[in-house]
């Protein structure tokens, strides 16, 4: 005969009044555990849902990436080189330079072994006031292509403008309504239209392209030119950085810029494609920290008081345990059981209710995680989505805490007089 | 083995102060089985429970086996009252939810008992209870519940026996039956100290001390 063997003889006899001692334990550790199970469901959806996105992201970026690299192969990149004198924020306000590099350049550049760039345009342009018609007006001297000198002959990219003639742009010929064949008359030189471009919505519908020999005439500049375009550079956007250092290696008082390309404006678009996704992305994930908040906030809020409620049932049901176990604890001390062994007793008891409470919610927070969390959190794992160390704490817990509950109830019973006990009918 | 000197005790209580014992002395040899008689409310079971440890007098001395009870701490006169005596009540005070097996067994609990079981076993068969070992009390008769409590007082083979009107809810026949274990423990060098309003019961003894309103008579 032991002290369980009675215990658990008791629980058999009163299990109606031993039972909803359990469930309270279970309520509480149910509560806690399904808190905890379902923070590490939402954070494992999260992450999981997390991850998909940002791969379907990855996998747009990367065909993006791949259609660019297609696009910059076939296109390259258009790079102006200019003296080195020359403020770049004046070049992109005012459309003109403000200073000058000798034509020569071109042919020490063309001479140079440079692998990365397929054609050079040497030009001249001046932002001018059309005296004839009163309005501002660009104007590009241009020469046509200079061929590298170690390379073989190729198709020009951009054929000159014959000399006499102007090409000009959309903006420009349709306003006067100039045609091809028309003949304008330009700071009093006559020019007859080589060709009207057509519109590229920005500063060259409002261009004249003439000889870069004449342009050099009219605006006084002999021997002068104002940039030179290096056109389908044969590089990687990443290694724009390489091109310039090379040309400025060759042409050391020069800098060379890059124009904003069809390319360029991919990279960007795709750039700014990937930063909206990721911005998505980001407020789907403060949407989810959000919900992650309010399910931790109610469980710190609910548990402690779910808690406290079921630790204060715990205690009035042993409390009514004992009373009516009055007669009970008179036999035992008649018998000489002393009070400490009958107050292990009711702990023991207790302790059991508190084990079997815990060991039910447990396994009842589990299901319930597995009944509210999503299809991310698979049914036969739920029991992973609790932290390691909750189960032993729990386990370990829940019985001390029920002592705890009963501690009083059964110093109360201990101490009562067994004379007096044995005595009531 | 048993000797109470002088014993005085009141209760207080809102109809005023009862004096359930006034200066009653007692002594029980080795061997000896004693009764006390009297009405209801004369001190008697009062006695009894103060002979036993169980109720502290206001003035006097108990002394059991050579101790003095109420100068010892309560755990040491539980394990005194766990190894050297056993107890036997009108009501039999049986565990509800305990076979009469465990039920017998039931002074393990307080101290350790050398071959418990066996020794239970030849108390069920002593007293005709064995096809009623794995029964409860309230399968059994009022007799057999009080032969149950009978084999539990005897388990740790006391020296001193406490009954308390055991017969008081028996029949002649079963009534019989627990006085004869009651003498026949005294006969083995036992001490019986046996409380009872009943004559017949009183006759059983070796001796009858009589109270009336907490004196002796």
């Given at each position: ?38 923070l590490?469901a939402h954070d494992r959806e999260t992450a999981l849902v997390l991850q998909n996105k940002q791969q379907e992201v990855q996998k747009e970026m990367d065909a993006m990436e791949d259609e660019y690299r297609?696009i910059t ?163 990687a956007f990443a290694?724009l ?19 904003a390309t069809q390319a360029q404006a991919r990279a960007e678009a795709r750039q700014q494609a990937r930063k909206t996704a990721e911005q998505v992305i980001a407020q789907w994930k403060a949407g989810r920290d959000s919900v992650r908040d309010q399910i931790k906030s ?76 999503s299809?991310a ?49 | ?217």
């Amino acid at each position: 005969m032991t002290a369980l063997t009675l215990v658990l003889q008791e629980i058999r006899q009163r299990l109606f009044s031993f039972l909803p001692g359990v469930l309270a334990i279970a309520l509480a550790t149910g509560v806690v555990t399904a808190s905890f199970s379902l923070l590490e469901a939402h954070d494992r959806e999260t992450a999981l849902v997390l991850q998909n996105k940002q791969q379907e992201v990855q996998k747009e970026m990367d065909a993006m990436e791949d259609e660019y690299r297609k696009i910059t192969k076939k296109m390259g990149f258009n790079i102006l080189i200019l003296p080195k004198a020359q403020t770049l924020a004046d070049f992109y306000s005012d459309h003109q330079a403000t200073h000058f590099m000798p034509e020569e350049s071109v042919k020490k550049l063309a001479a140079a072994t440079i692998t990365t760039i397929e054609h050079l345009l040497p030009l001249l342009q001046q932002k001018i006031t059309w005296p004839e018609l009163g309005r501002t007006v660009i104007l590009v001297g241009v020469r046509g292509e200079v061929p590298f000198m170690h390379r073989g002959e190729k198709n020009p990219i951009l054929y000159p403008v014959p000399p006499g003639t102007v090409v000009l742009g959309h903006e420009l010929a349709t306003s006067r309504s100039f045609a091809v064949g028309n003949e304008i008359t330009l700071m009093g030189r006559r020019f007859k239209i080589h060709a009207v471009n057509p519109p590229r919505g920005g500063k060259d519908d409002i261009t004249l392209w003439i000889n870069l020999s004449e342009a050099q005439e009219l605006l006084g500049k002999p021997g002068l030119i104002t940039g030179i375009m290096a056109l389908q550079c044969k590089c990687a956007f990443a290694d724009l950085p390489k091109v310039q250092a090379e040309v400025e290696s060759i042409l050391p008082d020069t800098q060379a810029i890059e124009f904003a390309t069809q390319a360029q404006a991919r990279a960007e678009a795709r750039q700014q494609a990937r930063k909206t996704a990721e911005q998505v992305i980001a407020q789907w994930k403060a949407g989810r920290d959000s919900v992650r908040d309010q399910i931790k906030s109610y469980a710190t809020a609910w548990a402690p008081i779910v808690m406290a409620g079921c630790f204060l049932g715990v205690a009035a049901m042993a409390h009514s345990n004992a009373r009516e176990r009055r007669q009970e604890v008179g036999i035992l001390s008649a018998i000489g059981i002393s009070q400490g062994n009958i107050f292990a007793i009711f702990l023991l008891r207790a302790a059991i209710q508190g084990l079997l409470g815990s060991l039910g919610g447990f396994i009842a927070g589990i299901a319930l995680t597995s009944a509210f969390s999503s299809a991310a959190v698979p049914l036969n794992t739920s029991w992973m989505l609790v932290p390691a160390w909750l189960a032993p704490s729990l386990l370990l817990a829940t019985p001390t805490a029920a002592a705890l509950a009963a501690l009083v109830p059964a110093a109360v019973a201990v101490q009562a007089d067994p004379a007096n006990i044995l005595g009531e009918e | 083995m048993i000797e109470a000197v002088n014993l005085n005790m009141s209760f207080h209580s809102h109809t005023g102060t009862v004096h359930a014992l006034q200066g009653v002395s007692l002594q029980v040899n080795v061997g000896e089985f004693v009764a006390v008689r009297g009405a209801s409310g004369s001190g008697k079971t009062t006695l009894l429970l103060a002979c036993a440890g169980l109720r502290r007098p206001d003035s006097g001395h108990v002394r059991l086996l050579g101790t003095d009870l109420y100068s010892i701490a309560s755990p040491a006169r539980a394990k005194l009252r766990a190894e050297s005596v056993g107890f036997v009540f009108q009501q039999f005070h049986l565990i509800p939810y305990l076979s009469v097996l465990q039920n017998i067994m039931a002074p393990c609990l307080g101290s350790k008992i050398q071959h418990a079981e066996s020794r239970a076993k030849e108390l069920l068969d002593q007293f005709g209870l064995s096809r009623r070992a794995g029964h409860y009390p309230q399968q059994l008769s009022t007799g057999e519940r009080q032969r149950a409590a009978l084999s539990r007082a005897l388990l740790n083979s006391p020296k001193i026996l406490f009954a308390d009107e055991p017969t008081g809810n028996l029949d002649p026949d079963n009534a019989a039956l627990v006085l004869q274990a009651l003498r026949s423990f005294a006969r083995n060098g036992g001490a019986v100290l046996l409380v009872t309003h009943h004559e017949d019961s009183a006759r059983t003894a070796d001796r009858t001390i009589t109270l009336k309103e907490g004196k002796p008579a």
